[in-house]
């Protein structure tokens, strides 16, 4: 997820970075760049670090009071100490990893217009090879900035986006928006009461399309 980031009281030196949300850690790592890009020299602690590969102890510097926020600047919320993240198995960017392959072919999921030009990012469907996992992300995502939303308030469980509702509102948020993306002239002709055009692959079914934006 792409966002802004800045040390806390100092938003004229927001940087944008990507973030992960990760709902197995209990802590926010960043790779070195994060320290050198602020200049932060905080001082270093030791840590035990656990993933699938087993545990190893590294150690890494503390960079304090920094705030994420969204790059719309809709909400905002202060980040906990965040730890260097320098071990042994080294973050890769996706983009130029090889072993990943770059075009994942999802159905119904990627869509183009007339000029060959994405919309709204539902492209970005196409980098999950799964339904399944796909649906999941959004689920999370929506959680995500529910939690951002009402950060005064409880948060909600870690696994409340595995819940059936959960999952049923993302999916619907992903169907909904390949359908603005492909038919966007279609459904505001539905909702200002005007007819269909002539060419239009939906001129004949459009109780269909009625029911589905429904």
């Given at each position: 997820?792409?966002?802004?980031?800045?040390?806390?009281?100092?938003?004229?030196?927001?940087?944008?970075?990507?973030?992960?949300?990760?709902?197995?850690?209990?802590?926010?790592?960043?790779?070195?760049?994060?320290?050198?890009?602020?200049?932060?020299?905080?001082?270093?602690?030791?840590?035990?670090?656990?993933?699938?590969?087993?545990?190893?102890?590294?150690?890494?510097?503390?960079?304090r009071d920094y705030v994420?926020?969204?790059?719309?600047?809709?909400?905002?919320?202060?980040?906990?100490?965040?730890?260097?993240?320098?071990?042994?198995?080294?973050?890769?960017?996706?983009?130029?990893?090889k072993e990943i392959r770059?075009?994942?072919?999802?159905?119904?999921?990627?869509?183009?217009?007339?000029?060959?030009?994405?919309?709204?990012?539902?492209?970005?469907?196409?980098?999950?090879?799964?339904?399944?996992?796909?649906?999941?992300?959004?689920?999370?995502?929506?959680?995500?900035?529910?939690?951002?939303?009402?950060?005064?308030?409880?948060?909600?469980?870690?696994?409340a986006y595995k819940q059936?509702?959960?999952?049923?509102?993302?999916?619907?948020?992903?169907?909904?928006?390949?359908?603005?993306?492909?038919?966007?002239?279609?459904?505001?002709?539905?909702?200002?009461?005007?007819?269909?055009?002539?060419?239009?692959?939906?001129?004949?079914?459009?109780?269909?399309?009625?029911?589905?934006?429904?």
């Open positions: 997820m792409l966002v802004k980031v800045y040390p806390k009281g100092k938003p004229e030196q927001s940087r944008m970075m990507y973030s992960l949300i990760d709902d197995q850690s209990n802590r926010s790592l960043a790779t070195s760049n994060f320290c050198h890009l602020f200049c932060d020299n905080g001082p270093e602690t030791e840590y035990v670090l656990s993933s699938c590969a087993g545990k190893f102890t590294t150690s890494g510097r503390l960079a994420v926020e969204a790059l719309d600047g809709s909400c905002a919320f202060d980040l906990p100490t965040i730890i260097e993240y320098k071990g042994p198995h080294q973050l890769v960017d996706a983009d130029s990893d770059p075009d994942v072919q999802v159905a119904k999921t990627q869509t183009v217009d007339q000029n060959n030009v994405h919309k709204l990012g539902t492209h970005r469907f196409s980098k999950f090879s799964e339904w399944r996992t796909l649906v999941r992300a959004i689920s999370l995502l929506k959680q995500f900035v529910r939690n951002l939303a009402h950060h005064n308030d409880k948060p909600e469980h870690l696994d059936p509702d959960s999952l049923k509102q993302a999916q619907q948020v992903i169907i909904l928006e390949v359908q603005m993306e492909n038919y966007r002239n279609e459904i505001g002709s539905i909702k200002h009461g005007t007819s269909l055009h002539n060419n239009s692959s939906l001129s004949q079914n459009r109780p269909y399309l009625m029911l589905m934006i429904h």
